[in-house]
């Protein structure tokens, strides 16, 4: 790499203290040892270029936006070409890199899905009201009491202000109690009452049948990646586990942004070792020594717990050279995201890890042989660590026991918007949607239509009340069960405005990468523009157009955020909520 | 010409994988891609983001190809070829793809200087007139910094091409990048400063991949400005650089005696394309009186 050129912009000695504070002097790429000796070169650049992003998140946290001088400075330390730390400056919705011309902190308040039907847009004029900066965006993950806000903090920390008013509204009610047994029952800030709950039995049981055992059993117990891809555990973690001798890393991907989803907050705010000791299963499981967490950077208290369980599980010797005594070593490193959707695709998700934006890499090849820093890498949600944990505890047979054959086992549903009870509910899979909406206390009005999976996902009718939770039914009936999202929308819903919302969060969200997604999500909003403006039916031709773009976005974009950009439109027309009767 | 290094390789050599496309059989050897292998059948993939002196990124998607089993389209210019792939490279699916693709670039940019995407669009008869009428265009100022090269990003596909020149394919200075996100990506220096004040070291290189001409010569950009480019009647003359020992091979585009841009061919094997400031800007010389 050449040298790097600065622009003439000089930090503060706020903006060198905050990046100070996070970048030790080992951290730089670059050191001056004696007088003659440097210490540098091309390895140890790369080697530190994912401190780009905690660097990114000190300047902004310190000054509210990343300045010339700020980013020239940190650039300098890590030895990133400073167009590169721009580039990735401006790729997150929590970076600014222009003087906001204010030292107030910021309160952003979601305007997706749950929040949107719930006033969201009267609660950001309030607040603007109260001479407070708002900035309107993407879904917060509290979609059960929207409408959401979160604070990120200037001279105070990030905070969601419904946290302190009392603990976050817990899971009301499970029809069986797996995966939140802890919820609401242990403290999530005592590694002790974490163990006297049963905490580390399954790292203790995996540990003593061994790696192969482990996987054969996830195996034999059919679990599906809880994410919303669905991808078999066993095959991913066979995949990992039989690079051997490399350098190897599983991450606990806590980056759920997926608009109604919130089940990974709930877990984590309420039962954070359970995701330590789950990601530690699953790297002495594949042999990786490295555990990373990305968290989602609009989750302060969770990231403030895990960040807390992960010191005391070190303390412990349950984290390090010798995990539980099985002279295997493994560690954890937290990242935050910075407000980016697309971070959730596991591949963007790495690249951002890296000091990188967060575009998605083409597969083949997949991040089990190349993943992060090139190396094989498992990504998890942590839904699924959790479920691979009671599997580890009481084996395949028992965890077969709910569920259906092909769906086996529990679930985490995140049911929001027009239900009496929003939460997080634990149910087994094939349960019908309508007992599940039951168990919720029901709907509050007359059910229009019910999104399944986000954004991402597509909307049905108050006909499918009798669907299966499964993946083979949701299949079956042209949905998905997603990563667990339940919105129901009454009668009350202008579809047209929530659907116009759907189209242009993922507007927002495209990384822009690949052309197909890039310009097909504008196309697809400006046409439901038109649509609302037109007052009328939609026409043939525009139905044509609306669906070539979703065929090309689903064909030809390079993730799966294309892939899925049109189903909540496409279903929206099909059901007759948008554009007049099908 | 370029050294064919797989024959050193013992894990690649000799080796060969067959794959079928349209009906056909065809056997490449281990390693190419699928672009590769349709080249080598005499079918011909439209590219725009693809450059044979860089790796591929497949972010424009023109490319992409129907791969049996597969559950999306894949592009041609970055997937291997793998032995039994059944692949079609002229369905309906794939032709409306790159349809797709050629409307969104032309309802998006300037093409008027891109006649091989333009032609492209006319293959896979490509609409643009069927979008709304105000819709998100670039529409983006051209940034006039010096008296070398200008950048017009209305005509920018952000194809990474001159990003990576910049960096590590091949030049390795890292000026530009890509910024924002989504439709409002753009390639940018570190807060949009200009060129001089960036780490710029005026090589040329992202102009001479630029499959658009939002890069170009401010030769090239002021006679065009003046109706006075006239391509047709341009002669290329291949020689070599003059500056040092290095050998690398010049193009230089001459009209009405006059040199009004160099370029350096991409299957040289001392340049593969890219230049030097000297070379790529260094010949005013040659006219002066």
């Known amino acids: ?582 | 010409m370029t050294t064919d290094w797989s024959s050193l390789d013992p894990a690649l050599a000799d080796t060969t994988v067959s794959v079928t496309i349209d009906g056909a059989s065809v056997t490449v050897p281990a390693g190419d891609t699928i672009l590769d292998a349709c080249t080598a059948h005499g079918v011909d993939t439209p590219t725009i983001c693809y450059a044979e002196n860089l790796t591929p990124v497949n972010a424009c998607r023109v490319c992409v190809v129907e791969v049996e089993g597969n559950r999306t389209l894949v592009p041609a210019c970055s997937r291997p070829a793998e032995d039994g792939m059944e692949i079609q490279t002229d369905s309906e699916r794939v032709r409306h793809s790159r349809k797709m693709v050629l409307e969104f670039l032309g309802t998006t940019n300037d093409l008027s200087e891109a006649p091989a995407i333009n032609a492209m669009s006319e293959r896979y008869d490509a609409d643009i007139t069927r979008y709304a009428t105000d819709h998100a265009r670039f529409d983006q100022d051209v940034k006039i910094d010096d008296d070398l090269y200008i950048r017009d990003y209305d005509k920018c596909v952000l194809c990474y091409k001159c990003v990576d020149a910049c960096g590590e394919e091949a030049q390795f200075t890292f000026a530009i990048a890509m910024s924002g996100r989504g439709f409002d990506n753009r390639i940018s220096t570190e807060f949009d400063v200009t060129l001089p004040d960036s780490a710029c070291v005026y090589c040329g290189n992202c102009i001479g991949v630029c499959p658009t001409n939002a890069l170009q010569f401010k030769t090239e950009f002021d006679l065009r400005r003046a109706g006075e480019w006239r391509e047709d009647e341009q002669t290329v003359t291949r020689t070599v650089c003059s500056y040092c020992g290095v050998g690398c091979n010049l193009e230089l585009h001459v009209q009405d005696n006059e040199i009004v841009k160099v370029t350096s061919p991409a299957d040289h094997s001392v340049t593969h394309g890219h230049l030097c400031v000297k070379g790529r800007f260094g010949w005013k010389y040659v006219s002066a009186t």
């Open chain 1, 1 to 582: 790499m050449a040298d790097l050129k600065l622009t003439v912009d000089h930090s503060t000695d706020a903006e060198r203290g905050a990046v100070d504070a996070v970048l030790t002097a080992d951290d730089h790429a670059v050191v001056r040892v004696t007088e003659r000796l440097v210490r540098g070169g091309m390895a140890r650049r790369k080697a530190r270029r994912h401190l780009l992003l905690p660097g990114l998140h000190a300047l902004q946290a310190e000054v509210g936006w990343i300045s010339p001088g700020g980013l020239n400075y940190l650039c300098d330390v890590l030895q990133v070409p400073p167009a590169e730390g721009y580039g990735v400056a401006t790729f997150y919705d929590m970076f600014r890199t222009d003087d906001p011309g204010h030292t107030d902190s910021v309160h952003h308040v979601c305007i997706d899905t749950a929040c949107h039907i719930a006033g969201a847009e009267q609660f950001a004029q309030q607040l603007e009201a109260e001479g407070k900066q708002v900035h309107r965006g993407p879904c917060l993950g509290q979609c059960e009491r929207a409408p959401a806000r979160f604070v990120q903090g200037r001279g105070e920390p990030d905070h969601v202000p419904a946290d302190t008013s009392g603990q976050p509204a817990a899971p009301h009610r499970a029809s069986v109690r797996r995966l939140l047994k802890r919820v609401g029952v242990v403290d999530p800030t005592s590694l002790a009452s974490y163990r006297e709950h049963g905490g580390y039995a399954a790292l203790a049981r995996a540990i003593d049948i061994g790696p192969d055992a482990m996987i054969d059993e996830i195996r034999a117990a059919g679990l599906t990646g809880r994410g919303g891809a669905a991808f078999p555990t066993a095959i991913k973690w066979r995949g990992v586990a039989d690079e051997h001798g490399r350098s190897k890393h599983v991450i606990a991907n806590a980056d759920e942004s997926e608009p109604g989803t919130f089940k990974d907050r709930v877990v984590m705010e309420n039962d954070p070792f359970s995701v330590i000791e789950g990601l530690t299963l699953a790297g002495l499981t594949v042999g990786a020594e490295h555990g990373w967490i990305y968290i989602r950077g609009e989750y302060p208290l969770a990231t403030r717990r895990l960040r807390h369980a992960i010191d005391e599980a070190r303390s412990a010797g349950l984290l390090g050279g010798d995990v539980l005594g099985s002279g295997q070593a493994f560690d954890i490193e937290l990242r935050r995201g910075a407000g980016a959707y697309i971070c959730g695709e596991e591949t963007a998700l790495i690249e951002s890890i890296e000091g990188f934006r967060g575009e998605p890499r083409n597969k083949p090849p997949f991040p089990s042989t190349h993943g992060l820093f090139g190396e094989p890498t498992a990504v998890n949600n942590p839904e699924t660590l959790l479920s691979a944990m009671y599997i580890a505890e009481h084996g395949p047979d028992t965890f077969r026991l709910e569920g259906t054959e092909k769906s086996p086992g529990t679930r985490l549903f995140c049911l929001s918007g027009h239900v009496a009870a929003p939460g997080v509910y634990e149910v087994a899979m094939g349960t019908t949607l309508g007992d599940l909406i039951e168990l919720a206390g029901g709907a509050t009005g007359t059910t229009r239509a019910i999104l399944m999976g986000g954004a991402a996902g597509t909307f049905v009718g108050a006909d499918q009340l009798d669907m299966p939770l499964t993946h083979e039914d949701t299949r079956e009936r042209g949905t998905t069960l997603g990563s667990g999202v339940v919105t129901l929308f009454d009668d009350s819903v202008d579809f047209m405005s929530l659907v116009l919302r759907i189209a242009e969060f993922f507007r927002g969200e495209s990384c822009g990468q690949c052309v197909p997604c890039r310009v097909g999500v504008v196309r697809q909003h400006e046409v439901l523009v038109e649509l609302r403006d037109s007052g009328a039916a939609l026409r043939p031709e525009r139905h044509e157009l609306v669906d070539d773009i979703a065929r090309a976005m689903a064909d030809a974009s390079i993730c799966g955020l294309g892939h899925t950009a049109a189903g909540a439109v496409q279903s929206a027309i099909r059901l007759g909520l948008i554009g007049g009767t099908p």
